[in-house]
T-cell receptor, first 112, second 114 residues
């Protein structure tokens, strides 16, 4: 596709359930990022994939969060046993190594 | 570890006046620097970047930014603000010697009053 695609656009889940968020990056982009944005706030770095290198997971807030990137393309962010504080917009971005990142529209996660 | 600081939560400016949104950074190596804008209920849009070369970079919508290595700053500027510039602005830094991870500042909300 022409841009970064994220699905679903909105997700409402019950506390304690697991959720999976999907990101399709721009074709050919070697870098993929996940960020979290609470209402009107800044972007919190979660995880970064670069080519075949080991991902930088330094931003994951707890062991309930994990992400993978299959075949150097599609990425899935999984949140296990969701909590209300996990409610936020989850943003995915992709880039070439020396270029700006392009963002998807995000997945708005609401934990009730 | 790399970091970005946007010292102002909010900047208010009158339409037609110049605007500045401040950004300072900290990296162990050479930085790539970026500015993004986020309009209400919309995704982040890229404005401009500094990779190398001229310290003054020009971007979209008449915005520009000046890279100052000695002050580790990358302030966003526009000579004449428009009401439509009102939005949330984010500065970001990528440490090219630290794995190319990109870190964003907390954001600065710009209000341009008619």
């Amino acid at each position: 596709g022409a841009g970064v695609s994220q699905s679903p656009s909105n997700k409402v889940t019950e506390k304690g359930k697991d959720v999976e968020l999907r990101c399709d990056p721009i074709s050919g982009h070697t870098a993929l990022y996940w960020y979290r944005q609470s209402l009107g706030q800044g972007l919190e770095f979660l995880i970064y994939f670069q080519g075949n290198s080991a991902p930088d997971k330094s931003g994951l807030p707890s062991d309930r969060f994990s992400a993978e990137r299959t075949g150097g393309s599609v990425s899935t962010l999984t949140i296990q046993r969701t909590q209300q504080e996990d409610s936020a917009v989850y943003l995915c971005a992709s880039s070439l190594q020396v270029a700006e990142a392009f963002f998807g529209q995000g997945t708005r996660l609401t934990v009730v | 570890a790399q970091s970005v600081a946007q010292p102002e939560d909010q900047v208010n400016v009158a339409e037609g006046n110049p605007l500045t949104v401040k950004c300072t950074y900290s990296v162990s190596g050479n930085p790539y620097l970026f500015w993004y804008v986020q309009y209400p209920n919309r995704g982040l849009q890229f404005l401009l970047k500094y990779i190398t070369g001229d310290n003054l970079v020009k971007g979209s919508y008449g915005f520009e930014a000046e890279f100052n290595k000695s002050q580790t700053s990358f302030h966003l500027k526009k000579p004449s603000a428009l009401v439509s510039d009102s939005a949330l602005y984010f500065c970001a830094v990528r440490d090219v010697t630290g794995g190319f991870k990109t870190i964003f500042g907390a954001g600065t909300r710009l209000f341009v009053k008619a």
